[in-house]
Every structure is written in structure tokens, then in C-alpha cells.
């Protein structure tokens, strides 16, 4: 500095001396640098704008409000209805939604708190309920009565039914029932049927058991008639324990004492009265015989039983047999 306080010479910017070193390393990387650029645009393709097509861009443009949150939604509910079916939970799933609005109806005064049912007579009421599908958790406002009406009618015991609701809370219903008329035996398994051959349930109940038996394949359908025929002939009628359809055409007797009838294919009524007017005056029935063939329309055969058919071989041969001379 002078005596002025001012430098005695000018500042000049001083720039950074350069290493003769860090010069080479750098010129030593600029080849390498430059290889490396060269390779990243060799290797780098061209990018293509992509351009969306105009169907897409008016559909965006014109989506209502809240259309993504709804199309999500159906998405979401489709998929668990598909995971429902597909895992056949499809009627425990019916079944708790059925469950859900008929409490929410019950709540509000449409619970069923009256049944009356009218002509039942074989079938409970608690049957009768299950079979039409009302339930303690039914209510009266979501009841189908159309539905239950077919779900009764449906049934073998029932022929006709109606069902009537009667707001807030009563149930009616009707039902006309069919009548235990014989039972159906047939490869071995007996059955209730009615008078229309309708099979009304499994042989099981012993109130059944003074029912008649009836055998055979087409036998349920055309027993009635045959039956009512029988019954104008209660000589025969009452020695009968089951009577037998054979080939679909002819019917065959079975006496309570083993006998076997055969009747004829034609002509059964004037069969049968020859049956009975042959019991009044000779006691057929309780000779010891094993069956009885009435097919042909000019004879009536008759089986011996064994004991019987031997007593007869050996009364023949005593009386075939030669007094001997001298005897008295």
C-alpha cells in the first residue's frame, strides 16, 4: 500500500492454475466419454407419440359424473356373484337375503301369528307348513301364495290346494287330500297308493296294513276297477289276501290260505261268479287244494295239494285192485 491507504497495484482476478496432471487425466477421458455418448444414442430408440384413438377421447369427454366409482362398484358385485355361484353358495346366499327382508317385514307388523288349515286328515300341519315352505321366520308381506299353492299340489298326499293371506297376520289354507286305497307291491317294494295309482308314500306305517295288496307291473292304475268288481262277490272277496296282475292282462287271486286263482282275460265277472256259487255248494275253498285255473272258457282245472294228490293215487289204486279168490 502507498501512504494513501490505496494498493500500490491492481487486483487482477486470479484464475485457478491447472494441474499438469489433472490436464492429462482429462484429456485422457474425453475419447472415452465421447465412446460412451455414442453408444447410449445407439442404443436408444426413437420415441413415437402415441395417439388414442378418437372413440376413446369422446367416451371420456362424455362419462357422467361418478361413471369410474359406479363401474367399479359393478365390477366389485359381479365378481362376489361369480365367486357365489362358482362356489355354490348360491342358495345359502338366497336363503340369508330371504331371511334378512322377511325379519325387516316382521318388524313391522307382517309377522304370521294365525295358520288355519282345513281338510287335512293323514297329513300334520307341521307337514303341510314344510311342504308349502312357510317357516317361523315367514312373514305374510313377502309370502308367494301363487308358490305355495304349486309347492302343496305338488305333493303325492295332496290333490288341490288353495292359499289365501289375510292381512296383517293370518294364513288360510285349504287343502284336498288323496285317500289311501291299496298297496302296491312291485320288485320287492310296497307302497300307499290311491285309487288313481298315485304313489302316495312308502310302506311303513302299520296303519296301513288292512289295505289291499296289489302285485304287479300296471297293476296300481287298473286295480280300482278289478277291486270294485270283486266287491259285488264277498263269497270270494273276503278268502283274498292279494290279487296279482300277470303279463299286464290278466289278474290272478291269492288266497289267505295259499290257493291261486287264475282267472281268465276275458270274461272276468262271469268267472268270478262261478267261483263263488262253486264255494256255497262245495266248499272249494276249503278242500286241500293248491290252485285253482279258470283260463279256459269250458273247464275249470283243480291242483291237489301233495298230501291230497297221493291220497287220491292211493284210493284209485285200491279200487283198481282184484279181489283175490276165496276171499269173503
Not at 256 to 283: C, I, N, Q, W, Y
Amino acid at each position: 500500500m502507498d501512504g494513501g491507504g490505496r494498493l500500490s497495484r491492481s487486483v487482477r482476478s486470479q484464475r485457478p492454475q491447472s494441474n499438469p496432471q489433472t490436464r492429462g487425466a482429462s484429456a485422457a477421458q474425453r475419447p472415452r466419454a465421447r465412446a460412451q455418448g455414442a453408444a447410449r444414442r445407439a442404443n436408444t430408440a426413437p420415441v413415437t407419440r402415441y395417439e388414442e384413438p378418437q372413440w376413446i377421447a369422446v367416451l371420456e369427454r362424455r362419462r357422467p359424473r361418478g361413471f369410474g366409482l359406479f363401474a367399479t362398484a359393478v365390477v366389485l358385485i359381479g365378481a362376489a356373484v361369480l365367486g357365489v355361484v362358482k362356489g355354490g353358495h348360491t342358495d345359502e346366499v338366497l336363503g340369508a337375503l330371504s331371511d334378512a327382508r322377511n325379519a325387516a317385514a316382521n318388524s313391522v307388523g307382517f309377522r304370521i301369528t294365525s295358520v288355519a288349515i282345513t281338510g287335512r286328515k293323514q297329513l300334520t300341519q307341521d307337514e303341510i307348513l314344510a311342504v308349502g315352505g312357510v317357516t317361523g321366520r315367514s312373514s305374510l308381506l313377502f309370502l308367494d301364495a301363487a308358490t305355495a299353492r304349486d309347492k302343496l299340489k305338488a305333493d303325492p298326499w295332496i290333490s288341490d290346494a288353495t292359499v289365501q293371506k289375510l292381512y296383517p297376520g293370518r294364513l288360510q289354507i285349504d287343502i284336498t287330500e288323496r285317500s289311501p286305497f291299496a298297496l302296491w307291491q312291485e320288485n320287492g317294494r310296497v307302497s300307499v297308493i290311491s285309487s288313481d295309482g298315485t304313489v302316495l308314500e312308502p310302506y311303513v306305517a302299520r296303519r296301513f296294513v288292512s289295505l289291499p295288496l296289489v302285485v304287479g307291473k300296471g297293476a296300481e292304475t287298473r286295480a280300482k276297477d278289478f277291486l270294485g268288481l270283486l266287491a259285488q262277490y264277498p263269497q270270494v272277496r273276503s278268502q283274498v289276501k292279494a290279487i296279482v296282475f300277470v303279463g299286464e292282462r290278466r289278474w290272478n287271486l291269492r288266497l289267505a290260505d295259499g290257493v291261486d286263482v287264475r282267472l281268465p282275460e276275458f270274461e272276468v265277472e262271469k268267472a268270478l261268479a262261478t267261483l263263488s256259487k262253486m264255494d256255497k255248494e262245495t266248499g272249494l275253498f276249503s278242500r286241500d287244494i293248491t290252485a285253482i285255473d279258470m283260463r279256459l272258457p269250458d273247464r275249470l282245472t283243480v291242483r291237489l295239494s301233495e298230501d291230497a294228490a297221493k291220497a287220491r293215487n292211493d284210493l284209485l289204486k285200491d279200487k283198481k285192485t282184484p279181489k283175490k279168490a276165496g276171499s269173503a
